[in-house]
């Protein structure tokens, strides 16, 4: 049966992207009206509404407005992911974070990256391969990949960590052959040696108590999150990483993303594969005041 077709207003449409950026910091500007309106006419049809006015009215108002809320998100947060990604990004981090971060640290410490915005577990297993590749953990020295996503969907595929080919499109044969069993036909299983260093939790990155439980890390990583927030969203998000990364720390962002127009908290560190910011220290070699835009940044995928 064809769908009911329900127009989202102007007046609604503002209403409803204000909730959605405050809450979680996804932006819609009014070229993206037409796919919010296709996006949430189906929450609509199955809570037997007619209009926008009262669907904002049950975000707010109804005593189901939290699982509501989670709906939304749902629909609205865009997943897309795989392993592997942003290749020359990964080398730096391989061949020249984790031995700085490890070298600065007093010995036996434990080594934890933060994956925020994880979607379905592909970028923190990746980064969980990498460290196995380094024999990390190793004796005396532990290692915590903190994966956090404010989808509950995506979260619950990664635990379970079950993928597709898609998810692959960029992973060499032998990361495949190593880390990974035959489920059936279509689908492969993380092994269990590279999903007990990853924890997954849901967490809005712009609810700073929980941003808070996260503790000091060392590396974060947070790719192709941002560019769907406005820009207060992103400052107050990349405030939040400054608080949480130890000192001399790192923030990767995606390709297309950087802390211009930011924050210049920041310090940009030019590194053999590529070009990361980090918790800025002095004495450190390589700095750069300021920040680059991500576009500048030359990366294979
Ligand atoms: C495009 S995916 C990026 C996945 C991975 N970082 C990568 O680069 O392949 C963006 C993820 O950010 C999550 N996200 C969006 N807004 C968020 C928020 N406020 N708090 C936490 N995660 C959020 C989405 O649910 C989505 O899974």
Same mark, same amino acid.
């Given at each position: 049966? &064809? =769908?009911?077709?329900?127009?989202? &207003? =102007?007046? =609604?449409?503002? *209403?409803?992207?204000?909730?959605? !950026?405050? %809450? ?6 009014? /070229? ?6 296709? !996006?949430? #006419? ?16 049950? @975000?707010?108002?109804?005593?189901? !407005?939290?699982?509501?809320?989670? #709906?939304? @998100?749902? *629909? ?25 971060? $490890? #070298?600065?640290?007093? %010995? ?23 460290? @196995? ?7 005396? *020295? ?12 995506? *979260? ?22 190593? %880390? ?20 997954? /939790? ?33 400052? #107050? ?8 990364? /130890?000192?001399?720390?790192?923030? $990767? ?10 924050? /210049? ?14 918790? &800025?220290?002095?004495?450190? &070699? ?9 576009? $500048? ?5």
């Amino acid at each position: 049966m &064809p =769908e009911k077709e329900i127009k989202l &207003p =102007e007046h =609604e449409f503002r *209403l409803l992207s204000d909730l959605i !950026r405050n %809450y979680c910091g996804i932006s819609f500007d009014e /070229s993206s009206k037409f796919l919010l309106e296709k !996006r949430l #006419a189906r929450r609509l049809e199955q809570r037997h509404l007619d209009n926008f006015r009262d669907y904002y009215r049950l @975000l707010l108002y109804d005593r189901d !407005r939290a699982e509501e809320l989670t #709906a939304v @998100l749902d *629909l609205i947060t865009v997943n897309e992911t795989y392993f592997f990604r942003e290749q020359s990004q990964l080398q730096a981090f391989s061949d020249e974070i984790i031995p700085e971060v $490890l #070298a600065s640290g007093p %010995y036996g410490r434990k080594f934890r990256i933060w994956s925020a915005g994880c979607s379905s577990g592909e970028e923190p297993y990746t980064l969980a391969m990498l460290l @196995l590749e380094k024999g990390i953990p190793a004796n005396g *020295l532990e290692v915590e990949i903190i994966a956090s996503d404010i989808n509950q969907r995506v *979260l619950a595929a990664a635990r379970r960590g079950v993928y597709r080919k898609n998810s692959f499109r960029t992973t060499q044969e032998y990361y495949i052959k190593k %880390y990974f069993e035959r489920e059936d036909e279509n689908t492969m299983r993380i092994k269990d040696e590279v999903k007990r260093n990853v924890t997954f /939790s849901c967490i809005n990155l712009l609810d700073s108590g929980k941003m808070g439980l996260v503790g000091k890390v060392d590396v974060i990583f947070c790719r192709n999150v941002l560019i769907y927030f406005g820009q207060d969203a992103r400052k #107050a998000v990349v405030g939040g990483f400054f608080e949480r990364l /130890s000192d001399k720390g790192f923030l $990767l962002l995606g390709h297309a993303e950087s802390l211009m127009s930011i924050t /210049s908290s920041f310090s940009l560190r030019h590194l053999k594969n590529d070009m990361v910011y980090q918790k &800025p220290h002095k004495s450190a &070699p390589g700095y750069e005041a300021g920040a680059m835009p991500g576009f $500048l940044r030359e990366r294979t995928k």
